[in-house]
Every structure is written in C-alpha cells, then in structure tokens.
C-alpha cells in the first residue's frame, strides 16, 4: 500500500516561471492538506482539500497561489510567476476522515528552488 | 489553540533515554497531545497520541498529568537514527481540520 506520493522530489524554477506540484494520497483517502516549510521552520498550513472542493484555504497566500483536487488524478499545487521567497519545501498529507487527531499520513516533499 | 511551549534543541547520547518536555498551559477539555517526528528530507510522521495518563507504543511513549498542562515524550535508548525534529502538537477533537506546527525539538543524538 504505497503512502502519500509527492512529485517532482526537486524542482528548480527561474523566478517568473510556473512550478506544478503534484500529490497523490494514499489509496482510500479523500483528504488532503498542503504545508510549506522553510529552513529551519516548522510546517505551516496552506489549504485543505476534499475531492473537488476546496474546504479551507486560510494559509493560502492570496496571490499567485493555487490548489485542486479533482475527481480523478491527484492533487496540484500550482505557483504562478514564482520569486525567491517561494523557495521552500512543500509537503503534502492525506487523510481518510478529516480529523487530524486520527492521524495524518505526509509524503516526503517537493523541494522548490527558484532562482 | 494552546500555546505551545518546548525545548529548541536537546543533544543526547546513544543508549540513553531522551525527555523531551512539552508546555501547553491553556489546553482545552477536548485537545488531544501528539507528537510528529521530522527527519531531514523527509515529511512529518506520526509517533503517539494521548489524551491523558501514559500512553506507549512500540516507538516512545507519552507521560500526561493530571492537569495535562504539560506532556513528556519519552524515547527509550536512543539511536542514531533518532536524531529529528519533534513536534508536539494539541489537536481539538471537535472536527478542527488542520494541524498547527510550532518550531518543534531538534534532537541531536551523539555516538
């Protein structure tokens, strides 16, 4: 039973340019959640996803910030007209109830690197 | 949400039992405590959950007092392989749909 699948594990990007990221959660699960982490930082939330519908996207910064989760395929983090300060590690998790006391399950990451 | 309070970093040595204490004074009726455990590279992974008294698994365990203002992660005989990030975390059971990291623990475990 393969856990959360992030795609690419490294990205680079040339500040302006468009950065895809990619998670699939694990077989069953119908949650997912987006964390950006800086160096040195703990994880902070971005947006919280069901199949179709976006349930909480406070963390989301307001600009050039994307997520969905469509009905098939998995879940995309999309970053448009990407700077500096977007270099980060992305982390993705699922979950099959929504509750995080249950647990969550993260995939290992994407690693962005604008320059 | 409660405050949370823990060490910045703790260095220990192999073999030895590592405490790794947790402050969350204004912790509410339903809150539960977990603990995530961060190695480099890598995404968060679940290590115990507690509500309240001793709970222990196969990987550490949780120490909750009555008042359940504080917890301790215990980790048994450390390894190498235990140096991470620990992140105590106060989850509300009440549908909340998120988790909130703080800057956690780095352990760092010594030959």
């Known amino acids: 039973n393969a856990g959360v699948m992030q795609n690419p594990r490294h990205l680079v990007r040339r500040r302006g340019q468009e950065a895809r990221l990619r998670c699939s959660p694990m077989?069953?699960?119908?949650?997912v959640y987006w964390y950006r982490q800086l160096p040195e930082e703990g994880l902070k939330f971005m947006v919280y996803?069901?199949?179709?519908?976006?349930?909480?996207e406070s963390g989301m910064p307001k600009e050039r910030f994307s997520a969905e989760f469509p009905k098939e395929g998995p879940s995309i983090l999309r970053i448009q007209q990407v700077v500096r300060g977007d270099s980060a590690a992305y982390f993705c998790?699922?979950?099959?109830?929504?509750?995080?006391?249950?647990?969550?399950?993260f995939g290992s990451g994407t690693r962005l690197t604008v320059v | 949400l409660a405050k949370i309070t823990q060490p910045i970093s703790m260095d220990s040595y192999e073999g030895q039992e590592v405490n790794i204490t947790c402050s969350h004074n204004?912790?509410?009726?339903?809150?539960?405590i977990t603990w995530y455990q961060q190695f480099p590279s890598q995404g968060p992974r679940f290590i115990i959950q507690?509500?309240?008294t001793k709970v222990t698994n196969e990987v550490a365990s949780l120490f909750i007092p009555a008042d359940r203002k504080s917890s301790t992660l215990s980790l048994p005989r450390v390894s190498l392989s235990d140096t991470a990030v620990y992140y105590c975390?106060?989850?509300?059971?009440?549908?909340?749909?998120?988790?909130?990291f703080g800057a956690g623990t780095r352990l760092a475990v010594h030959p």
């Open positions: 998790a699922s979950s099959a109830t929504g509750q995080p006391n249950y647990g969550y399950t």
């Open positions: 077989k069953g699960h119908s949650h």
């Open positions: 996803l069901q199949k179709e519908n976006i349930i909480d």
């Open positions: 204004n912790i509410a009726t339903n809150d539960y």
């Open positions: 507690g509500y309240k």
């Open positions: 975390l106060v989850v509300p059971d009440d549908g909340y749909n998120k988790l909130i």
